[in-house]
């Protein structure tokens, strides 16, 4: 039986480490009409930052102002993800940084945010994720390092997000060190304390990201998450094109993988 599955492409979040976010916006609405045509449905454009330095490149800070300038095809939904510690390492209050962030509630194109947090930051933010979801942005809470999480701070978090009604609970192998059958274990752990939607993010230190990505589908994981040519920090992450093979198969579709290539070719791989 088919499990339900939902993919989200992070490519211009994640594969900025390879040019410091600095995506030009033809590339980026050539890539948001080839993802358009694949069925993927959400895309993480980049990040949102606290930092006023400005040195980096556009999707680092996906501002309302970029996301305005773009041709974003209508059934796309777009997001941004936000790293837990620059509300920490921040003097303003969880009200004033998430003004500072999202100055536009009521105009955004932004649908969904992305909170990344170690186990324990989630219980640090709990003002911001009050907002956003005040705001009515989708939120997600995408924990890094799940290697290294017990059961019993998987326990004491789930019932802490359960209450904020957290949208997805991401699970990122930060370190790369899970085999499939590590996958199903703490998969497995999650799901004894968490009944709504779980999300994976695969890297690929073994070449185990696809394996991992569909091993947490088949758990049943609905939320997967990739990047165009797998591209991300380090050794990267499962690819969209090699997710978008498997799942188009399982669901008997022809999908446009030719736009897909030829994308690939003309920008990421010179990358």
Not at 59 to 70: F, G, P, R, W
Not at 120 to 130: D, L, S
Not at 155 to 167: E, G, R, T, V
């Amino acid at each position: 039986m088919n499990k339900p599955f939902q993919l989200l492409d992070c490519t211009l979040r994640d594969g900025g480490y390879y040019n410091n976010w600095n995506f030009s916006k033809k590339l980026i609405n050539e890539y948001l009409q080839v993802i358009n045509s694949t069925n993927i449905k959400y895309v993480e454009l980049g990040f949102r930052t606290l930092d006023k330095k400005q040195i980096k490149g556009n999707t680092a800070y996906t501002t309302d102002a970029l996301i305005n300038s773009l041709k974003i095809p209508k059934n796309l939904k777009i997001g941004a993800m936000v790293n837990a510690s620059d509300f920490l390492q921040s003097n303003l209050s969880a009200v004033e940084a998430c003004r500072q962030l999202f100055p536009n509630t009521k105009k955004t194109k932004l649908k969904f945010v992305r909170l990344a947090c170690h186990v324990n930051e989630p219980f640090e933010i709990i003002g911001v994720i009050k907002w956003l979801k005040r705001n009515n942005f989708m939120v997600t809470i995408n924990l890094m390092q799940i290697s290294e999480i017990h059961e019993n701070q998987i326990k004491k978090l789930c019932k802490f997000l359960k209450n904020l009604k957290i949208d997805v609970l991401y699970l990122a192998d930060s370190l790369g060190s899970l085999k499939p059958k590590d996958t199903c274990k703490i998969t497995n752990s999650f799901k004894k304390f968490w009944s709504g939607d779980l999300g994976i993010h695969a890297h690929n230190n073994m070449k185990m990201a696809l394996s991992n990505s569909l091993e947490a589908n088949k758990n049943g994981v609905k939320w997967v998450d990739s990047t165009v040519s797998g591209m991300g920090r380090g050794p990267g992450n499962a690819k969209t094109e090699d997710l978008m093979k498997y799942f188009s198969k399982k669901r008997s579709q022809e999908i446009k993988i030719n736009l897909l290539n030829n994308l690939i070719k003309k920008y990421f791989l010179p990358l």
